[in-house]
């Protein structure tokens, strides 16, 4: 495996795709995205990743509904907030791109999946306006070559590995072939997470390798213990209690 060691800190994704009919404690408006955020980062987070959404509680790129919601979040938190680019959100590259170009509040970062289409145009768009690039490269895709042969990869700002394994058993190794697909590209600036019940199972990883790692209910409902997490605010203390 690649020597990818650095100093590790820990994001948190505070919805994601999920809804309040997976959990009551996913944070979806503008509001509770910030008592959410403000809790997390007093817990421990030292970045925010958010999905925004619109009034009817979908995903959404317009830029009235990533202006409120970045605007909610950095009245309440003093740490750097990114937001999503997923193709869920606006299944058209064109038109992503469009959006990006449309915001008129920036996030300080946004992930971009590279196995997605358009994924070379988004980055240049989002670099363009100044927003920093979290490459996201997932596991069992092609994400990690493409990666690999983008003029894009020097610049990011860092690479989003993300396990879609969710075996607790198996998700450690999965980690590692990642990592390994990874190399050298770009230089260990890594954030390794994983989803569900691989999540802390690749925590773990992350942490015995220094690497950046995330939590939150993007990624987990449950904590170590199995008890069902009521809070971001207490999947970040669990987290933090891991690293230690």
């Known amino acids: 495996m690649a ?4 100093g590790g800190m820990i994001q948190v994704c505070l919805n994601g795709r999920r809804g309040a009919d997976e959990s009551a404690a996913v944070p979806l408006s503008p509001d509770a995205l910030a008592r959410s955020a403000a809790a997390a980062v007093a817990a421990g987070a030292e970045d925010v990743h958010v999905h925004p959404r619109a009034p009817c509680g979908g995903e959404s790129l317009s830029p009235g509904v990533v202006a409120a919601t970045l605007s ?40 971009v999946n590279w196995h ?33 042969r983008s003029p894009h ?19 450690p190794e999965s980690a590692r072939r990642l990592l390994d ?3 050298d590209a770009y230089g260990g600036k890594v954030l390794l997470h994983g989803e569900d019940g691989g999540a ?12 950046h790692t995330r939590t939150g209910l993007e990624d987990v409902l449950y904590l170590p213990d199995g008890r069902r997490a009521a809070s971001n605010e207490e999947l970040v203390a669990a987290a933090v209690a891991l690293a230690r």
């Open 3 to 6: 020597d990818v060691t650095i």
């Open 72 to 111: 909610a979040i950095r009245a309440a938190v003093r740490v750097p907030v990114g937001v999503t680019t997923g193709a869920w959100a606006e299944p058209d590259p064109a038109r992503r791109v469009e959006l990006v170009r449309g915001w008129t509040v920036l996030p300080d970062h946004a992930s």
């Open 116 to 148: 997605e289409p358009g994924a070379e145009e988004l980055a240049a768009a989002l670099l363009e306006r100044g927003v920093a690039v979290e490459a996201g490269l997932w596991s069992g895709t092609d994400g990690a070559a493409l990666f690999g």
């Open 153 to 171: 990869a020097p610049g990011v700002l860092r690479v989003l590995a993300e396990v879609t394994d969710t075996d607790p058993a198996t998700a």
């Open 181 to 183: 697909e990874l190399g």
């Open 200 to 211: 802390w199972p690749v925590a773990a990883v992350a942490v015995r390798l220094g690497l």
